[in-house]
């Protein structure tokens, strides 16, 4: 897949970049569902992003280099006992797209939730 | 009872696991897998997160089934463009999809559509036999029933990919024998029919009304012999 142009992003992948962004520490990234969550609390709407959209998003982002992706450590899961996080860090590639959308579009002017592809 | 030991819930991760083993058959293991991994840790932290909110099985349940629900339009495309080695799909090849997801779901609609008059025909048939003890000929009743039967065998076929043009080919026969014997039995049976049937041929023109219905037949038989033609295994197979 072609990288992208900083400032080229969806809406969706907008949101999740800012939320992102939000929810990493230094030494902790983000998962899937943590993420669903934090969008949906951000949102006008209650319902969480459809498994389908999100892990597609992230998936394009992963490939694009906007978001790092790896794999828990089993041992962390098998302690914890749960199944092992795929877990997620905004690049710096990806923090500079953000920068980039925000200069063209503030987030003031977001579009509706329609508008921002959420299924 | 938590969440987690609810059986909603535990039905509802089964359902979304089913599903994601469907939508990942024949990709590369280590993608598939790591898209059912993912979706599993997932749903696991949905029903951790709705233990410590204290939220219902049942509303996890729904929660979690409209997520996976709404994704599969997504899931979908996400697997086409896995299997095209991950490049997004072509223009020409998606336009060509969407032609053929539009007609399927025309003969689809079309087909459940002379199903239901074959069926309210078959109905009224019954009506009057009881009420009044009449009934329009033998072949009219026995060509209407099998007819409706044979139509909705061939909407199941339809919607089997590998049977698809044969389905078409099924629903062009049947939908002609129950377009013409369902009407023939409504115009004898059903006063509202009639009524219909006269606005339509403007009445005393009562020749028109076959003619009418021939049209309509002949109509939905080329659209569905169209369909099997363009679903054919060997031509598909031709092209690529």
């Given at each position: 897949m072609p990288r992208r142009r900083p400032g080229q992003l969806l809406p969706l992948e907008r949101r999740i970049l800012e939320t992102g962004l939000g929810l990493q520490t230094a030494d902790a990234g983000f998962h899937g569902f943590l993420l669903a969550a934090a969008l949906s609390a951000t949102d006008e709407s209650t319902a969480l992003t459809a498994h389908g959209t999100l892990y597609?998003?992230?998936?394009?982002?992963?490939?694009?280099?906007?978001?790092?992706?790896?794999?828990?450590?089993?041992?962390?899961?098998?302690?914890?006992?749960r199944p092992?996080?795929?877990?997620?860090?905004?690049?710096?590639?990806?923090?500079?797209?953000?920068?980039?959308?925000?200069?063209?579009?503030?987030?003031d002017a977001a579009p509706s939730r329609a508008a921002r592809g959420i299924a | 009872?938590?969440?987690?030991?609810?059986?909603?819930?535990?039905?509802?991760?089964r359902w979304?696991?089913?599903?994601?083993?469907?939508?990942?058959?024949?990709?590369?293991?280590?993608?598939?897998?790591?898209?059912?991994?993912?979706?599993?840790s997932d749903l696991w932290e949905q029903g951790a997160d709705a233990r410590r909110r204290g939220r219902s099985g049942v509303g996890t349940a729904v929660s979690i089934l409209s997520r996976a629900v709404r994704g599969i339009p997504a899931d979908l495309a996400w697997r086409r463009v896995q299997l095209a080695g991950g490049a997004p799909e072509p223009r020409a090849i998606r336009r060509e999809r969407r032609v053929a997801s539009a007609g399927l779901l025309v003969a689809v609609l079309v087909g459940l559509a002379v199903a239901a008059v074959g069926l309210a025909?078959?109905?009224r048939i019954g009506i009057v036999l009881g009420r009044h003890g009449y009934a329009p000929s033998g072949?009219?009743?026995?060509?209407?029933?099998?007819?409706?039967?044979?139509?909705?065998?061939?909407?199941?076929?339809?919607?089997?990919r590998r049977t698809r043009w044969i389905g078409a080919v099924w629903l062009a026969g049947s939908s002609a024998v129950v377009g013409w014997f369902a009407t023939v039995a409504l115009e004898e049976t059903s006063s509202t029919a009639q009524s219909i049937i006269d606005g339509l041929t403007g009445y005393p023109v009562l020749p028109l009304f076959p003619l009418i219905v021939a049209i309509g037949i002949a109509g939905i038989?080329?659209?569905?012999?169209?369909?099997a033609v363009a679903w054919f295994p060997g031509r598909k197979a031709a092209r690529a």
């Open positions: 597609k998003a992230l998936g394009r982002m992963a490939d694009a280099g906007l978001l790092a992706a790896a794999w828990e450590d089993p041992a962390i899961a098998a302690s914890a006992g092992r996080r795929r877990l997620y860090r905004v690049t710096a590639e990806g923090a500079t797209a953000l920068a980039a959308a925000r200069a063209v579009a503030p987030a | 009872m938590s969440a987690q030991r609810a059986r909603a819930y535990r039905a509802s991760v979304v696991l089913g599903w994601a083993e469907r939508y990942t058959r024949g990709l590369p293991p280590a993608i598939a897998g790591s898209r059912r991994d993912e979706l599993a025909a078959l109905v072949m009219t009743m026995s060509s209407t029933a099998l007819g409706t039967v044979a139509v909705l065998c061939g909407l199941v076929l339809l919607l089997r038989a080329a659209f569905d012999l169209a369909l």
